[in-house]
């Protein structure tokens, strides 16, 4: 097993999930310590690198597109503070962060891992119930029906019609954008069934007005535990070969799990040509044609 602890948090590797558990650094936004621990299973990793740094480094983790609802939601609008597959790594523990990268690349490449795209949800969004209060009002949701509350900052237009409650199979769809320079971020729920185009989310009876300060970033885990529940965004692929560059050279790496498959040279010598192009042009890192090549050896 790998293993990381920082200020920043803990991640473990155990060869089939990655666990993520928040630390309590200054440094950890609301959403991270909200969030709480995320476990996130090896098929749903795109990716992971170590970024070193003068003081402190980076550990990324980078997740399949569509796997999480949390990212598909906040769609890259995160910021660091709030981002759950970041971790701040400080200098003297430089090795440790190379060994966990080590640790899920060679996993990625004996489990043959694609790093493409899913077309469902590989992790399971934040619990419930969840209530969250940011700028202009309050939401509730229960896993079946959603609230919305207004305060003193709503304005009457919207605040007029009294509370919002209606079941999450009335959703549409759910969009979150944080605040930014002047302009005011928002939650905001479709219904089903809408036909005029929405007001501007100070005004819309079904949106939050978000405007800019600390908890705002709490609302994208609304958008996530709705987002979970509703339709997966992509559309089902047809029958889609596999990644390129990633069935290569897992394929050459899941050659050496099955030794009860009969051993073809040629077919292993095909491979480490394949896997010296690959690298000759850049696609393969040095870590991963050694990985890849070593298990295609150990077929010999």
């Not at 503070?81 to 200098?91: F, H, W």
């Not at 002047?182 to 939650?187: I, S």
């Amino acid at each position: 097993m790998a293993e990381i602890i920082q200020k920043d948090g803990t991640w473990t590797f155990d060869g089939d999930t990655v666990r993520i558990v928040p630390g309590r650094d200054k440094g950890v936004g609301l959403l991270r310590q909200n969030l709480g621990e995320v476990a996130v299973p090896l098929r749903a990793v795109a990716g992971i690198s170590y970024e070193p740094g003068r003081k402190a480094g980076r550990l990324r983790l980078r997740l399949r597109d569509g796997a999480d609802p949390l990212l598909q939601v906040t769609g890259g609008r995160l910021a660091e503070s709030s981002d759950p597959y970041r971790l701040t790594v400080e200098a003297d523990r430089t090795g440790v962060a190379e060994y966990f990268v080590d640790e899920v690349r060679n996993a990625l490449l004996l489990e043959q891992v694609e790093s493409g795209p899913v077309d469902t949800y590989l992790l399971p969004g934040p619990s419930v119930p969840i209530a969250v209060s940011a700028g202009d009002g309050t939401v509730a949701f229960d896993g079946d029906r959603l609230l919305l509350e207004w305060n003193w900052k709503t304005e009457d237009a919207k605040s007029s019609g009294g509370a919002r409650s209606f079941r999450v199979t009335d959703v549409k769809t759910v969009e979150w954008f944080p605040a930014a320079g002047l302009e005011n971020g928002w939650l905001r729920f479709t219904l089903a069934g809408a036909t005029a185009s929405a007001p501007a989310p100070k005004y819309d009876p079904h949106a939050v007005e978000l405007f800019g300060f600390k908890k705002d970033p709490l609302m994208a885990l609304v958008a996530a535990a709705v987002a979970v529940r509703l339709p997966h965004p992509a559309t089902a692929p047809a029958e889609a070969a596999p990644e390129p560059v990633a069935a290569l050279a897992m394929a050459a790496a899941g050659a050496a799990r099955s030794a009860e498959e009969p051993v073809d040279h040629d077919s292993l010598l095909r491979r480490l040509r394949e896997l010296g192009e690959l690298h000759q042009s850049g696609i393969l890192t040095a870590d991963e044609f050694t990985a890849a090549k070593q298990a295609v050896l150990r077929r010999f």
